[in-house]
């Protein structure tokens, strides 16, 4: 990692603990159909209408892996703000509690948990640890992610 580097993972120790909100977002049928289609899932509860009017939620919902993805572009944005920062997704952990529905507006607050430098090979490594919490528009906890993100 370069001074740039260096000076960023030292800007988010002084964040370790502090909450943080990601955004809110309005989740719609879009959103929702090119998930499915990027993982290749063609479960019919999250794709046709009719059929998940029928089940027992009512309602389109989204697969529940979708929550991994809200924010998570505020993250990258986050740790990657030159072109010298590279971040790989480390590892991914997740809690879901009910399904995310077609127009739930879902609230992304996060947390740095723990930063851990490594030096490799090819120079040092941090791995940053985020508790992510997601809340539908009537406060109730949706799901908890655990994600580590890689920086070099």
């Known amino acids: 990692m370069g001074e740039d580097s260096s000076s960023l993972i030292e800007e988010l120790r002084r964040k370790i603990g502090k909450e943080w909100k990601l955004g809110v977002y309005e989740i719609e049928r879009g959103m929702i159909r090119r998930f499915a289609q990027a993982i ?10 009719e059929y998940a009017k029928k089940s027992e939620y009512g309602s389109i919902i989204a697969p529940p892996t979708f929550v991994s993805t809200i924010g998570f572009e505020q993250i990258q944005h ?26 739930d507006v879902i609230t992304a607050i996060t947390k ?4 851990r430098e490594l030096q490799g090979e090819a120079g040092k490594r941090a791995f940053i ?24």
Not at 78 to 103: D, N
């Open 40 to 49: 290749d899932d063609p479960n019919p509860l999250w794709q046709d209408e």
């Open 129 to 152: 640890i985020f508790d992510t919490r997601f809340e539908n528009q009537r406060q109730e906890l949706v799901a908890e992610c655990r994600q580590t993100i890689i920086s070099y």
């Open 112 to 115: 740095i948990t723990n930063i």
């Open 78 to 103: 986050m740790l990657a703000p030159t072109p010298a920062v590279t971040i790989l997704h480390g590892g991914t952990k997740l809690e879901c509690y009910q399904p995310i529905r077609l127009g």
